[in-house]
C-alpha cells in the first residue's frame, strides 16, 4: 500500500519546537522531490519547505525561514520537519506532499497555543 504518515504533532507553547516526520511506504521517497504544506483553520495550504531528491532545501516561506528546518533520510523512507520557536500563527494541519502532488499524507496537528 502506497502511503505518506506524519507524525510528531502536538500542542506547545509560544517558543516551544517540534520535530515532524513523514515515513513512505510503498514507493520509494527518494524518487520524489517533497514538499511540507501546511494549512490553518479556513485559510489555503501554505507551502512551508520543498526539498530535492538530494536533500536540498529548495524553498521555506518567508514566515518559516529561521525557524523550521526540513531534512531527510532515504536511507529510512523519511522526511522531516524541525520547528523551533513556535508561534501562534504557526498553527496548522501539517501534511507532507511528493512535489508533483501527486500522493499526500492526511497530516498531523500542530497547535501553538499560550
Known amino acids: 500500500e502506497v502511503r505518506l504518515v506524519e507524525s510528531g504533532g502536538g500542542m506547545v507553547q509560544p517558543g516551544g519546537s517540534l520535530r515532524l516526520s513523514c515515513v513512505a511506504s510503498g514507493f520509494r521517497l527518494d524518487l520524489y522531490n517533497m514538499v511540507w504544506v501546511r494549512q490553518a483553520p479556513g485559510k489555503r495550504p501554505e507551502r512551508v519547505s520543498r526539498?530535492?531528491?538530494?536533500?536540498?532545501?529548495?524553498y521555506y516561506a518567508d514566515s518559516v525561514v529561521g525557524r523550521f528546518t526540513a531534512s531527510r533520510d532515504n536511507a529510512k523512507n523519511t522526511l522531516y520537519l524541525q520547528m523551533n520557536n513556535l508561534q501562534l500563527e504557526d498553527t496548522a494541519l501539517y501534511y507532507c506532499?511528493?512535489?508533483?502532488?501527486?500522493?499526500r499524507g492526511q497530516g498531523t496537528q500542530v497547535t501553538v497555543s499560550a
Open positions: 506532499a511528493t512535489h508533483n502532488g501527486s500522493r
Open positions: 526539498i530535492n531528491d538530494r536533500g536540498e532545501v529548495t
